[in-house]
C-alpha cells in the first residue's frame, strides 16, 4: 500500500475541517469540522501504523484514545452550545464573543436606569 494515497486524502480532510474552523459562524459547525479534523489525524495514525508495520499497533492504540477524547469533546461542546443557545436565542460565534453575565449590548440601556442621573451609591453624577 503507498502511504501517499491516506496522507493526501487525510490532509484534504484536516484542510477542509480548518476552513470550516475558520470561515463557520455556527458552533455546531464549528464543532464539527474540529471532529473532521481529529478523524484526519486517525486516518494519519492508522496509515503510518501499516506502512511501519508496528508490532505494537501504536497508531492504532493512540487512534482509539483520540476516538475517546473527540466523543467527550462533542458531548461536553454540544451541551455548552445548547446552554448558550438557551440562554442566548442564537449559536452564531460572532456574538457570543462577550459571555459574561449581566452585559447589555452596546447601545442599550438595563431597564430604569438612566446615564445621566446622579450615581444613588455615591451622590456622584455618572
Same mark, same amino acid.
Given at each position: 500500500?503507498?502511504?501517499?494515497?491516506?496522507?493526501?486524502?487525510?490532509?484534504?480532510?484536516?484542510?477542509?475541517?480548518?476552513?470550516?474552523?475558520?470561515? %463557520? %459562524?455556527?458552533?455546531?459547525?464549528?464543532?464539527?469540522?474540529?471532529?473532521?479534523?481529529l478523524n484526519a489525524v486517525n486516518?494519519?495514525?492508522?496509515?503510518?501504523?501499516?506502512?511501519? %508495520?508496528?508490532?505494537?499497533?501504536?497508531?492504532?492504540?493512540?487512534?482509539?484514545?483520540?476516538?475517546?477524547?473527540?466523543?467527550?469533546?462533542?458531548?461536553?461542546?454540544?451541551?455548552?452550545?445548547?446552554?448558550?443557545?438557551?440562554n442566548r436565542g442564537t449559536a452564531?460565534?460572532?456574538?457570543?464573543?462577550?459571555?459574561?453575565?449581566?452585559?447589555?449590548?452596546?447601545?442599550?440601556?438595563?431597564?430604569? /436606569?438612566?446615564?445621566? /442621573?446622579?450615581?444613588?451609591?455615591?451622590?456622584?453624577?455618572?
Open positions: 500500500m503507498h502511504l501517499a494515497y491516506p496522507a493526501v486524502l487525510a490532509a484534504l480532510l484536516f484542510c477542509t475541517g480548518l476552513y470550516g474552523v475558520l470561515a %463557520r %459562524r455556527n458552533a455546531i459547525l464549528v464543532l464539527m469540522s474540529v471532529e473532521l479534523m486516518l494519519n495514525l492508522v496509515a503510518f501504523d501499516v506502512w511501519l %508495520r508496528d508490532t505494537l499497533h501504536a497508531g492504532q492504540a493512540l487512534t482509539l484514545f483520540t476516538i475517546a477524547i473527540a466523543a467527550a469533546e462533542i458531548g461536553i461542546g454540544l451541551a455548552i452550545v445548547l446552554m448558550v443557545y438557551r452564531d460565534v460572532d456574538r457570543l464573543r462577550d459571555t459574561a453575565e449581566g452585559h447589555e449590548p452596546a447601545g442599550s440601556n438595563p431597564a430604569g /436606569s438612566n446615564p445621566d /442621573s446622579a450615581n444613588p451609591a455615591t451622590g456622584a453624577a455618572a
